[in-house]
Every structure is written in C-alpha cells, then in structure tokens.
Nanobody, 123 residues
C-alpha cells in the first residue's frame, strides 16, 4: 500500500506561481511513477505531468514550459512547480502513483491517489 498526501495549493493571481508537493509513504519502493492530475469543475480529469522512477518526465501540452515536475528521493516527495499560472489552471490537483511497470507507469491507470489540493488562479 502507498499513501500520498498533497500540499501547497492556494489562491494566486494570474502570472503567479505555486509549488505543489506530493509526499509518499508506505511501500514507496513499489512505485514506478508519480503523476499530477487535475480536475476542474465541469471538466474531466486531466493528466498534468508525470515522473518515472528513472527520472524521465512528461507534461501535458497545456502546461509545458510553465510547470516543472521534480523529486526529492530522500524525502519520498515529488513536486510540481507551477509558474505563469492562468485562470484555466484552476482545479483540484491530485498526485497519483503507479505500482506497475506495465502498461506505461505514466499512463492513466494509476493505482494510488491522494486527496487533492486546491489551486485557484484569479484573473
């Protein structure tokens, strides 16, 4: 079992920045990737970014160049540095982990989910 706890959300003005954190605990050795997803009211859940256990990363086109995913292995924590925030970035942001190497650990079949942290961007 893996537990994930997000933090760092808040209210910022357009153009501002936030750093979201995802702290993993439990059987973290079984994690192949950790990704960030977001859910805005009235919209489907969207994959934002993901980092594989080997450090490779991926980003949604909507955030590429603005968001950066990183990790602190010693702290079992993955971060999402979100800059140049836009109102359309407003959503509940969730981190999720995949405990399987196949299919793609950064796909949409994540096994463990946090409870989310709210990001609100005002115009």
């Amino acid at each position: 079992q893996v537990q994930l706890v997000e933090s760092g959300g808040g209210l910022v003005q357009a153009g501002g920045s936030l750093r979201l954190s995802c702290a993993a605990s439990g059987r973290t050795f079984s994690i192949y990737a950790i990704g960030w997803f977001r859910k805005a009211p009235g919209k489907e859940r969207e994959g934002v970014s993901c980092i594989y256990s080997d450090g490779r990363t991926k980003y949604a086109d909507s955030v590429k160049g603005r968001f950066t995913i990183s990790r602190d292995i010693a702290k079992n924590t993955v971060y999402l540095q979100a800059k140049s925030l836009k109102p359309e970035d407003t959503a509940v942001y969730y981190c999720a982990a995949d405990g399987s190497s196949w299919p793609d650990p950064c796909g949409d079949d994540m096994d463990y989910w946090g409870k989310g942290t709210q990001v609100s961007v005002s115009s």
